[in-house]
């Protein structure tokens, strides 16, 4: 089993970018789907991208798509979120998880969560 670690929130004003790391501790990372998740407060978690082992195939939230991007580097166990033209909307703390079954990820039905960070967009 991997083990997610976020990095990369902060604080930037509408219409900038961020990139979101997730390093991932375990073995056979290529065998493993990884999705980003985000909850913004008082609402509930909600899907927002999400990464086949190989890279291949991609899903995206309908709200994120055209402006974020998911990506991963294999050899360095790492996947990214790349976003840009940042929304208020988007302020929430980003959530890596994996899981081998893509659709686990992308149903948030998985037992491995990082612990998860902040991004806040300024109007």
């Known amino acids: 089993q991997v083990h997610p670690v976020e990095s990369g929130g902060g604080l930037v004003q509408a219409g900038g970018s961020l990139r979101l790391s997730c390093a991932a501790s375990g073995r056979n990372f290529n065998n493993y789907a990884m999705g980003w998740f985000r909850q913004a407060p008082g609402k509930e978690r909600e899907f927002v991208a999400v990464?086949?082992?190989?890279?291949?195939?991609?899903m995206y939230a309908d709200s994120v798509k055209g402006r974020f991007t998911i990506s991963r580097d294999n050899a360095k166990n790492t996947m990214y979120l790349q976003m840009n033209n940042l929304k208020p909307d988007d302020t929430a703390v980003y959530y890596c998880?994996?899981?081998?079954?893509?659709?686990?990820?992308?149903?948030?039905?998985?037992?491995?969560w990082g612990q998860g960070t902040q991004v806040t967009v300024s109007s």
């Open positions: 990464i086949g082992g190989s890279g291949m195939p991609t």
């Open positions: 998880t994996a899981d081998q079954s893509f659709l686990s990820v992308k149903r948030g039905n998985v037992g491995s």
